[in-house]
């Protein structure tokens, strides 16, 4: 084992926080899925020129032909699995097709090429023929609205440079499909090569005897020279494994079928590797505790596995995601979802931390999806991922300066306009930072609108009117204290570091400290101990004891 800790190329304040702890960090690209287009099959034009250089006229080009090119396509993708003794398998709705792909991996060293076949259904364009009403020639050509449901080919394929990648292939022409990459499975490959030594455990890299030169590996995916290595292996597999029980290579070149590559998803995570499972276990597990009432987490659910978490024997039992009989050990898993955003933080093996971005649809991000685009995308996942990082440290360890207190009530001014104090003993107000921290982690900031929408969601229905004017207002108090800043020249606001630990020791302060101790001031509960108690717990009643006495002497417990 490398005995320096691989830094990520943006470090973070998590990982200088537990350095003491942590072998190594890493950053990786994980799942990619890029959607491969022919350019001429967007519109009718384009498809009747591509017609013309298939056949030499489009006298043929009716419904009845389409439909027979998508028949021709199912009859030469079986017949070619039945000669080679290739798997194929018709999916059901709902049917968890990559557990089946898993199943034909894990009994035997998969060769190289295409090694299973998957059959099911799913929306894709279908192109018809409209006829005018005397006949004889094409009115129009267009796409039946709405997409009809068509079978779609999943052709699975190990790679040597990518390991097991997924080409699902719509039948129908214009023969769309998308390229489903696993970045972990990349890095796996070339590392190999390489001979660097590393154990995986499914889709994490739990130790590396270089944890530099894995780390350098991984970090390539990130650079220009990814859009070469993307669409290399697009083009190795697309036209000789797929489109080819289609159009065969002469009708290819013939019709000049070329498929564009375009970035629909991505996943970007960083990895934090504990020296022992047991530190891993309790930093994750407080962290989780600690932020996610601030964060306001819609989701959280336990993944459950083995009994004890190891720290030095290997973990060779399969996590589940459902509730099973006799649960081993829980791992609190929690995501944050923004549309088509989610972050998550979890554990992955015996001694790692993920922390994960995934965007499910790049047009999320304003950026152009196009693959020369690539580089971008996974910088502003980059950056998605830092400012999540940082909004949990802040979290993590709050902090209110000792002047904080007493300025918040006083006037302040920003700019030219003259506004009130604060006063967070108003229920307005402590909704008012509750919204600011539950949107802290938005890639983008806030606005106002965002902010509303918070602030009504926790004052329910009873309460009374808060709209646009009232949150501007109240956020204006806020940029007042420097709690939040608006960011640029823009109608959005972002949480400055020093407000996320501010806001979020006065709610720990007012909600963890002060009102349970005042609960139990006048009498402390009597009864028995409950019979599972975890160390806050403990610490409250420690508290709650030593402090009767000085309650009695204030008065407070009179």
């Known amino acids: 084992m490398d005995s320096t800790i691989h830094q990520p190329a943006t470090p973070d304040q998590f990982s200088s926080l537990?350095?003491?702890?942590?072998?190594?960090?890493?950053?990786?690209?994980?799942?990619?899925?890029?959607?491969?287009?022919?350019?001429?099959?967007?519109?009718?034009?384009?498809?009747?020129?591509?017609?013309?250089?298939?056949?030499?006229?489009?006298?043929?080009?009716?419904?009845?032909?389409?439909?027979?090119?998508?028949?021709?396509?199912?009859?030469?993708?079986?017949?070619?699995?039945?000669?080679?003794?290739?798997?194929?398998?018709?999916?059901?709705?709902?049917?968890?097709?990559?557990?089946?792909?898993?199943?034909?991996?894990?009994?035997?060293?998969v060769r190289r090429g295409l090694f299973l076949v998957l059959v099911s259904r799913a929306p894709a364009p279908v192109w018809e023929v409209k006829k005018s009403k005397q006949g004889g020639h094409i009115a129009t050509l267009r796409q039946k609205k709405p997409w009809p449901y068509v079978k779609h080919y999943s052709f699975h394929i190990m790679d040597p440079d990518w390991g097991h990648l997924v080409i699902k292939m719509s039948g129908h022409p214009p023969f769309g499909a998308q390229i489903i990459l696993n970045g972990h499975e990349y890095v796996a490959c070339q590392a190999r090569k390489q001979g660097i030594v590393f154990r995986k455990e499914g889709n994490c890299f739990v130790q590396a005897?270089?944890?530099?030169?894995?780390?350098?590996?991984?970090?390539?995916?990130?650079?220009?020279?990814?859009?070469?290595?993307?669409?290399?292996?697009?083009?190795?597999?697309?036209?000789?494994?797929?489109?080819?029980?289609?159009?065969?290579?002469?009708?290819?070149?013939?019709?000049?079928?070329?498929?564009?590559?375009?970035?629909?998803?991505?996943?970007y995570s960083r990895n934090y590797h504990f020296r022992?499972?047991?530190?891993?276990?309790?930093?994750?597990?407080?962290?989780?505790?600690?932020?996610?009432?601030?964060?306001?987490?819609?989701?959280?659910?336990?993944?459950?596995?083995?009994?004890?978490?190891?720290s030095r024997r290997k973990l060779d039992q399969e996590r589940y995601e459902s509730v099973v009989e006799t649960p081993e050990y829980d791992v609190t898993v929690f995501k944050v979802h923004y549309g088509n955003l989610t972050l998550?933080?979890?554990?992955?093996?015996?001694?790692?931390?993920?922390?994960?971005?995934?965007?499910?649809?790049?047009?999320?991000?304003?950026?152009?999806?196009?693959?020369?685009?690539?580089?971008?995308?996974?910088?502003?996942?980059?950056?998605?991922?830092?400012?999540?990082?940082?909004?949990?440290?802040?979290?993590?360890?709050?902090?209110?300066?000792?002047?904080?207190?007493?300025?918040?009530?006083?006037?302040?001014?920003?700019?030219?306009t003259k506004v009130g104090g604060m006063d967070i003993n108003k229920p307005r107000m402590r909704r008012l930072m509750g919204a600011a921290l539950a949107l802290s982690s938005l890639p983008q900031g806030f606005t106002v609108s965002d902010v509303v929408a918070k602030v009504g969601q926790a004052a329910g229905p009873g309460a009374g009117a808060y709209g646009p004017r009232q949150a501007a207002?109240?956020?204006?108090?806020?940029?007042?204290?420097?709690?939040?800043?608006?960011?640029?020249?823009?109608?959005?606001?972002?949480?400055?570091?020093?407000?996320?630990?501010?806001?979020?020791?006065?709610?720990?302060?007012?909600?963890?400290?002060?009102?349970?101790?005042?609960?139990?001031?006048?009498?402390?509960?009597?009864?028995?101990?409950?019979?599972?108690?975890?160390?806050?717990?403990?610490?409250?009643?420690?508290?709650?004891?030593g402090m009767q006495a000085l309650f009695e002497q204030l008065g407070v417990a009179a």
């Open 18 to 109: 537990y350095a003491d702890l942590l072998d190594w960090t890493c950053d990786c690209t994980d799942r990619i899925v890029l959607n491969a287009r022919f350019p001429l099959g967007r519109d009718g034009r384009g498809m009747r020129f591509w017609w013309r250089q298939l056949y030499g006229s489009d006298k043929q080009l009716d419904t009845h032909h389409l439909m027979r090119m998508a028949g021709r396509f199912s009859r030469r993708v079986r017949a070619y699995c039945k000669a080679h003794g290739i798997p194929l398998e018709d999916c059901l709705a709902g049917e968890k097709k990559w557990k089946i792909a898993q199943e034909h991996l894990s009994p035997q060293e």
């Open 473 to 545: 207002y109240d956020l204006r108090k806020l940029r007042a204290k420097g709690l939040i800043e608006r960011i640029g020249n823009s109608r959005r606001y972002a949480a400055t570091w020093t407000g996320l630990r501010a806001m979020t020791a006065l709610f720990v302060l007012r909600d963890k400290v002060i009102k349970p101790l005042l609960a139990n001031a006048g009498q402390r509960k009597r009864g028995g101990r409950p019979a599972h108690t975890t160390t806050l717990d403990r610490c409250y009643e420690t508290l709650q004891i």
């Open 344 to 416: 998550k933080i979890y554990t992955k093996g015996e001694r790692t931390i993920r922390i994960e971005v995934v965007v499910h649809d790049t047009k999320q991000l304003g950026s152009v999806k196009r693959l020369e685009r690539f580089p971008r995308i996974i910088a502003k996942l980059r950056d998605i991922l830092m400012r999540f990082t940082e909004v949990v440290r802040c979290m993590d360890a709050s902090f209110v300066a000792d002047d904080l207190l007493e300025r918040l009530p006083e006037p302040s001014q920003v700019g030219n």
């Open 209 to 267: 005897a270089s944890a530099t030169a894995l780390g350098a590996v991984a970090d390539a995916l990130a650079t220009e020279s990814a859009i070469g290595l993307l669409r290399q292996v697009c083009e190795r597999w697309i036209y000789t494994a797929c489109l080819c029980f289609a159009l065969d290579l002469d009708e290819q070149q013939r019709s000049g079928f070329r498929c564009q590559y375009f970035t629909y998803q991505g996943e």
């Open 276 to 310: 022992s499972g047991q530190h891993m276990e309790q930093v994750v597990q407080g962290l989780i505790e600690r932020t996610r009432g601030p964060l306001r987490l819609d989701q959280v659910k336990t993944v459950f596995g083995s009994k004890h978490r190891p």
